[in-house]
């Protein structure tokens, strides 16, 4: 090549290297709000965003049997409340994870093949799921254990609340260490929610081997970082009725589960390894 042509090839690729992004492209982390905490808790909430992904198509789901694109309506909403809340009671902060992307553009709450469908989905994928791992290391690290509650929405039973634990193989650890009244005992999360009035499937003096409803049993985010995992979290997902979310109904709602995480965190969290 001339050497002219070289200087210029030179200039070329060096202004493309040097270009800065575009001022208005979208940025990954603007679309999850996340949270550094200091308590053993992290709060996860995949489905409730109404953000748009501009440069993301809708996903068409070809060939999955369990695809989804309905948001958990009020859920993010609901989980600022509940943080909010749950920072009031205990004087420390929640670490926290929130999608404010639309589930139609990927589901954080299914595996990477399952969750998104164009390569350009895989960098809001990751601003979810690399926070809600290094939260979950984090607090291994810090406190020896901990728990996750992901919370969704459910439209199937409108007034309960749904326990998805895989059965009780993500919350294996704390059953193992303090049995199944640290699961639906009177100072367990869901114990408490329903001595507020709240009514739980499985109901809590059910047999041990009652299942959980089948289409609410935990999926992939209560599955990956699950006690039973390397993670060693306790994972949860919280399936509220749409009534529980309602737009009169949700702050209430939040407000009693930060009570009943405040009753569960003193019981069996408290006076760890710090
Ligand atoms: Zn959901």
């Known amino acids: 090549m001339p050497r002219p042509f070289v200087a210029l090839a030179f200039v070329f ?5 040097l270009a800065p992004a575009a001022p208005d492209a979208p940025k990954p982390e603007d679309f999850v ?26 996903r068409v789901g070809t060939g999955l049997t369990n695809f989804q694109t309905v948001r958990d309506e009020n859920t993010a909403e609901l989980v600022e409340k509940l943080v909010t809340e ?14 404010r992307f639309e589930r139609k553009y990927l589901d954080v709450n299914r595996s990477r093949e399952q969750g998104y469908e164009s390569d350009k989905a895989k960098p809001y994928y990751d601003a979810y799921h690399d926070p809600l791992a290094a939260a979950c290391k ?18 199937a039973f409108t007034g309960a609340i749904c326990r998805g634990t895989q059965n009780l193989k993500t919350v294996k650890l704390l059953k193992d260490r303090n049995g199944m009244p640290a699961i639906r005992g009177q100072n367990s999360i869901l114990g ?3 001595k507020l009035g709240y009514k739980i499937m499985p109901p809590t003096d059910a047999a ?5 409803e089948a289409q609410f049993t935990g999926g992939y985010i209560v599955a990956t970082y699950g006690s039973h995992t390397a993670f060693a979290i306790d994972t949860i997902q919280v399936e509220l009725g749409s009534n529980l979310r309602a737009k009169d109904k949700y702050t209430t709602t939040a407000t009693d589960l930060a009570d009943a995480i405040r009753t569960f965190h003193d019981a069996y969290l408290k006076d760890e390894k710090k």
């Open 33 to 58: 709000t996340v949270q550094k905490g200091t308590l053993p808790i992290i709060i996860s909430a995949p489905h409730g965003g109404r953000k748009k992904v501009p440069d993301v198509p809708e």
């Open 138 to 155: 984090a607090v291994k690290e810090k406190h020896g254990r901990g728990i996750l509650l992901d919370i969704h929405g459910q439209a």
């Open 192 to 194: 408490r929610m329903e």
């Open 86 to 99: 749950i920072e009031k009671l205990l004087g420390a902060k929640p670490w926290v994870v929130i999608a």
């Open 13 to 17: 690729f060096a202004f493309i290297a």
């Open 208 to 212: 041990e081997t009652a299942k959980e």
